[in-house]
C-alpha cells in the first residue's frame, strides 16, 4: 500500500501464497493446484474488495489469469485464515506451510506457479527504531 500523510513504509519480505480447502474439497487430493484450478470455486475473503489492499491483491490475481472469481467474506474475524474454508466453505488464498491444518480438517496445497505476497512495515516518518532498521537493511541485502 502507498503510506500516506505522516506514515513511511517498505517491503520487508515476501510470503508465497498457497490454497487451503477443507479436506473433502475436490482440489484437496492435488499436491499443487494452478490459479486457474480455482476457477470455479468461491473464494473467502477477510474484507470487502477496495477497502483491503490484500483481498484488491488476491482478487488481482485471479483477474490477471483471465477469470472473475465468485468470494464470500469471512464474518469470523480474528479466526486464523486456514480455518476459512470451515466456517465458509469456500477456498481461501493463505501463507501457511502446504500440508494438514486444522486437525486434518484442512488441506493447504502449493499454488504453482508461485504467488508472493509483500510483507510491508509501516511507522510513522519521524520515530527511530533499531528493530525496524535491522528488517529493513536484512531485507534489502537479501535483494
Known sequence: ????????????????VR???SA??????????????????????????????????LLGACRRAGFEPDYVVSRVQGAATVAA???????????????????????????NPPLLVPVQALWQRHTISEIRDTLIRAHTQQA
Not at 1 to 16: F, I, K
Not at 93 to 104: E, F, I
Open 1 to 16: 500500500m502507498a503510506p500516506v500523510g505522516d506514515l513511511s513504509g517498505a517491503v520487508v519480505a515476501y510470503h508465497r
Open 19 to 21: 490454497v487451503a480447502v
Open 24 to 57: 473433502g474439497h475436490p482440489l484437496a487430493d492435488l499436491g499443487e493446484v494452478d490459479i486457474n484450478d480455482l476457477r470455479g470455486h468461491q473464494l473467502a475473503l477477510w474484507a470487502p474488495p477496495g477497502s483491503s489492499y490484500h483481498s484488491d491483491f
Open 85 to 111: 474454508p470451515l466456517t465458509t466453505g469456500a477456498v481461501a488464498l493463505v501463507t501457511a506451510d502446504a500440508g494438514p491444518v486444522m486437525a486434518g480438517r484442512v488441506v493447504v496445497i502449493d499454488l
